[in-house]
């Protein structure tokens, strides 16, 4: 079984940044790619940035290119999600989660979420 935990939301003014964090623990973890997710009210969850484990690939949503900066450290089994010049529409739970195989589309795995709130 393998534990995702996020940290580092809060609440932040437009313009600003934030960064977060997701720890894996609970076995031996290498994963195929790992993920930042997010869900505001009405609207369904959506992909933000994903990073391929072993070579570093990235994809951002189109809404948060240029903004948000996907990484990994593999030796600390953590990703990181740094967010840039933040909007009031960046609000949300920011989720992480893992796919642990190839090729079946996916995602084994999700941490408990953390609220970033960006006030204009």
């Known amino acids: 079984q393998v534990q995702l935990v996020e940290s580092g939301g809060g609440l932040v003014q437009a313009g600003g940044s934030l960064g977060l964090s997701c720890a894996a623990s609970?076995?031996?973890?290498?994963?195929?790619?790992m993920g930042w997710f997010r869900q505001s009210p009405g609207k369904e969850r959506e992909v933000v940035a994903r990073?391929?484990?072993?070579?570093?690939?990235?994809y951002y949503a189109d809404s948060v290119q240029g903004r948000f900066i996907i990484s990994r450290d593999n030796a600390k089994n953590t990703v990181y999600l740094q967010m840039n010049s933040l909007k009031p529409e960046d609000t949300a739970v920011y989720y992480c989660?893992?796919?642990?195989?190839?090729?079946?589309?996916?995602?084994?795995?999700w941490g408990q979420g953390t609220q970033v709130t960006v006030s204009s």
């Open positions: 609970g076995r031996t973890f290498s994963p195929y790619r």
């Open positions: 990073i391929n484990w072993s070579s570093g690939n990235t």
């Open positions: 989660a893992a796919d642990i195989k190839i090729g079946d589309g996916a995602w084994d795995y």
